[in-house]
């Protein structure tokens, strides 16, 4: 096999007007060079991987340059690497996304380059996901989005197609919202525990591509403890692996473990959720708006759309309704609580007298703390005639998971 002619350009320096220095081509491609560069660093100033349209004899060719500081730029010849294939472009787009990035050393080794290939070959169309999704990424933040967004999605899924009916359904389509908020909310301000970062020695092979998309899994979604569920998404899961991929996340986002139970972890979602608007948020300043109303009138408390709230250390909370034996007789009757427990057994009729109603704990929450003093309350049953009142619901639901 005929060996490559050597390059007698291969240690000419050539210090262009610009100030930069171009090494290892003949003068006039160093001035194509530094033209190229003009344009490319303006734009991208922290690049140091760039490739660079040439003139050649037979017809312009596509070289690799590399600088490690901005300044000095030398050819590279790929074949100096051995007789691994380096796709130039790939390490170039990878290029995009890695250099100026300190976790990444800028140095021209051959981990560095095959780093930035697989970066590429993650936003390139010939990727798996492209080929998957029709259109590949166009940055491995998207790349991370792509894997993460039918996880959550299907975990949105079994949210609200859990609820027990229609009512509660569009409730929890609201709620998700507050959860999928505090998600992208975790996602930028959280900062991943022990991000790996790729070896920067010449090991290669499939452990440093899965170690290198380990690293941007975690770096873009720093709460999830098992990247490779990344990896799987697309692959051929059963339908029960899916739900505990999906499941698994969001007890990721809670900081729980991945076996805990689903309404659990929502419902510690949702209470991380505080202090993040709800779904807009004029629905939320209207509730506050009709309790509040309510309260001024002597109510506290009050049953909205068959959802009970009680006034309660200075604040609204949700409560758990109790079944009667007589009928139930909200606003004629009162509530007199010796405790603070979380059911509302409310004012009943009972042989043709009102019974008053009382507070308790559910099944298995123990005894409720007595109060100094028993509390009279008056109720209120107040019907609403608004054909939307699914954000009652969703209020009702991020309440009772607060607690």
């Not at 603070?340 to 009382?358: A, K, M, N, W």
Request: hydrophobic share 40%; aromatic share 8%.
């Amino acid at each position: 096999m005929k060996q490559p002619s050597p390059n007698v350009h291969a240690d000419k320096l050539h210090v262009m007007p610009s100030g930069r220095a171009v090494i290892g081509v003949s003068h006039s491609w160093a001035k194509e060079v530094d033209r190229a560069l003009n344009s490319i660093l303006d734009a991208s100033p922290d690049l140091r991987h760039v490739a660079i349209q040439v003139p050649k004899a037979e017809g312009d060719v596509r070289r690799l340059f590399h600088s490690a500081d901005g300044l000095t730029w030398r050819q590279v010849h790929l074949r100096e690497f051995g007789a691994r294939r380096f796709d130039i472009a790939a390490i170039v787009r990878g290029a995009k996304e890695l250099d100026g990035d300190p976790a990444f050393y800028g140095s021209l080794t051959e981990a560095n380059l095959r780093l930035r290939q697989i970066a590429g070959d993650m936003v390139a169309p010939r990727d798996l996901l492209g080929r998957v999704l029709a259109t590949a990424p166009g940055s491995l933040a998207g790349w991370v989005d792509a894997r993460l967004r039918p996880i959550l999605d299907h975990a949105g899924v079994l949210y609200v197609e859990g609820a027990t009916n229609e009512k509660a359904r569009n409730g929890r389509r609201l709620a998700l919202v507050t959860i999928e908020r505090l998600i992208r909310h975790l996602r930028c301000a959280l900062q991943p525990d022990d991000v790996f970062l790729p070896p920067q020695d010449d090991q290669f092979g499939s452990m440093l591509e899965n170690a290198f998309k380990t690293f941007v899994i975690r770096r873009h979604v720093p709460f999830i403890t098992n990247a490779h569920d990344m990896f799987v998404i697309f692959g051929k899961v059963t339908a029960g692996r899916r739900k505990e991929l999906a499941k698994g996340v969001w007890a990721d986002a809670a900081r729980m473990p991945r076996d805990a139970r689903f309404d659990t972890v929502y419902g510690a979602l949702l209470r991380q959720a505080e202090g993040h608007p709800i779904y807009g948020d004029d629905d939320y300043r209207r509730l506050e708006a009709l309790l509040a109303a309510d309260l001024e009138a002597g109510y506290r408390v009050v049953r909205l759309d068959g959802h009970l709230f009680i006034r309660s250390d200075n604040r609204w909370r949700p409560a758990r309704l109790a079944p009667v034996s007589g009928e139930a007789s909200w606003e004629r009757g009162v509530i007199v609580s010796r405790n603070f427990g979380r059911v509302i057994v409310p004012p009943f009729i009972r042989d043709g007298e009102i019974v008053p109603g009382y507070t308790r704990n559910g099944p298995g929450e123990g005894l409720s703390e007595p109060r100094s003093e028993p509390v009279t309350m008056r109720c209120l049953d107040r019907p609403l005639h608004d054909a939307n009142l699914h954000w009652i619901h969703a209020y009702h639901a991020w309440e009772t998971a607060r607690g």
